[in-house]
């Protein structure tokens, strides 16, 4: 199923910017990489041409990110470390709500390095040919204001609630303009200072292989098919029946696939060890073809041969493409578009509450493995008031706990409060607006 509308005959251009650490500030670009020249998205820590200078700044707080991330594993020294780094982000409570746009210790010295040169060798390439800048990660939106690039910035939120390190030292005399996916995230940013003019309520940005056009046909299509295997009992569809017809239409006679579980690692390759214990418990269902398993493994050939090694380990390697898939890609576009097109058929997605968490919208529902760093916590708890996520039980006995909730029909409950709940225009939304503003500027 092809999209069979395009917003605008001709789609708005912009320069689509993230950066590669982890796989959220991509994820969050993909969707919008046809805005962008021959469709690229720019990683302004890794472009080409990048200036050595430059691209140390970047590796610091990328290897730093990644290392963190993976040594959270190792008992107590790990968990101390991970809370250290943590604290230099961490988000502060909504309440007593007071005025918060006081810059953090990180802003300032974020700026600081911007001051001494940090990033004005990519806005100066950008600038010769000065489109719409939209950026998945604030730094290259404070980088493009300091060195006063001359058209409009927008700075994209990938999470349900933000830290202040997110807004410039003095958020009333900046531009930049914001899209945020919650109500949470538009207060905040008012709290920190952003002028409301710049922020603009557009939830967070899906793919649209997996969305449609404006009319969600895609979307409606795989929930569908989602919510028999995810109801396979009747018990949500017999109480929720007129709900259903509302917001899905019919359901059809028989799903197109059978139930499928996919565990998606995070980009530093952090949790993976989880997937072990689930499978373990699964490889009876997996052998018997009652369940498919994927496994997302990104970018990383070590995570790839890892699950490969656990496969053989627990002499699953015959089931391998049929009831148990990896799902991997050298280059990460390629990895997204699997990714996404695997999920299609994805009755359960599996994964740390990041930027996925917003997936939701699509009517998958998600098992939170535990949260890494404040935003996933917050994450978590906005996934749990959404109704359309849950906290992992033990992995050991996924056999059990998972299929009891499958029977009370939990997850197609869940299923459908993501879908009903969480905004799932996000990606014309943002097309809209900077298509909007880039008529008004001619």
């Known amino acids: 199923m092809k999209s069979k509308e395009n917003l605008h005959p001709k789609s708005p251009r912009a320069w689509v910017i993230a950066v590669s650490m982890g796989y959220g500030h991509q994820r969050t670009a993909y969707p919008l990489k046809e805005l962008s020249p021959q469709g690229n998205i720019i990683n302004a820590n890794n472009y080409l041409g990048i200036p050595e200078k430059d691209r140390r700044l970047w590796g610091g707080s990328r290897s730093f990110y990644e290392f963190i991330s993976n040594f959270q594993r190792i008992p107590f020294i790990g968990d101390i470390s991970f809370r250290l780094f943590d604290r230099f982000q961490k988000i502060i409570s909504l309440y007593p709500k007071k005025d918060l746009s006081r810059p953090s210790f990180m802003v300032r010295r974020i700026f600081s390095l911007i001051q001494r040169g940090w990033g004005k060798h990519l806005v100066e390439i950008l600038k010769k040919k000065p489109l719409p800048l939209v950026t998945t990660f604030f730094i290259p939106a404070y980088m493009a204001e300091f060195f006063n690039y001359p058209n409009d910035i927008y700075c994209i939120i990938c999470d349900a609630d933000i830290s202040r390190t997110w807004v410039v030292l003095n958020p009333s005399q900046s531009n930049i303009k914001y899209f945020a996916p919650t109500p949470r995230v538009k207060e905040r940013l008012e709290l920190y200072g952003v002028k409301k003019e ?245």
């Open 198 to 442: 710049n922020i603009f309520l557009t939830g967070y940005p899906l793919p649209k292989e997996n969305l449609g056009s404006t009319q969600l046909e895609i979307t409606r299509y795989d929930i569908s098919h989602r919510l028999l295997n995810l109801d396979y009992k009747g018990a949500y569809r017999q109480q929720y029946t007129t709900l259903i017809k509302k917001y899905v239409g019919s359901l059809p006679r028989k799903s197109n696939h059978p139930l499928t579980i996919m565990f998606s690692v995070g980009g530093a390759g952090a949790q993976k060890e989880i997937v072990i214990r689930i499978i373990e418990s699964l490889a009876k269902k997996i052998r018997k073809r009652e369940l498919k398993f994927i496994l997302g493994a990104g970018i990383k050939e070590e995570v790839k041969n890892y699950f490969l090694e656990q496969i053989d380990a627990l002499s699953l390697r015959d089931y391998l493409d049929k009831s148990i898939e990896i799902v991997w890609d050298q280059n990460l576009q390629n990895y997204f578009k699997k990714f996404n097109q695997a999920l299609r058929t994805t009755d359960i997605l599996w994964t740390k509450p990041s930027e996925l968490s917003f997936y939701s919208a699509l009517g998958i529902p998600i098992i939170m493995t535990p949260p890494l760093g404040s935003q996933e916590d917050l994450n978590r708890d906005w996934l749990l008031r959404v109704g359309a996520g849950i906290s992992q039980e033990d992995p050991r006995y996924t056999d059990q706990w998972l299929f009891d909730l499958l029977e009370s029909g939990w997850f197609a409950e869940a299923a459908m409060q993501g879908y009903i709940e969480v905004e799932k225009m996000g990606t014309f939304n943002i097309e809209n607006i900077i298509h909007q503003h880039a008529v008004a500027h001619h």
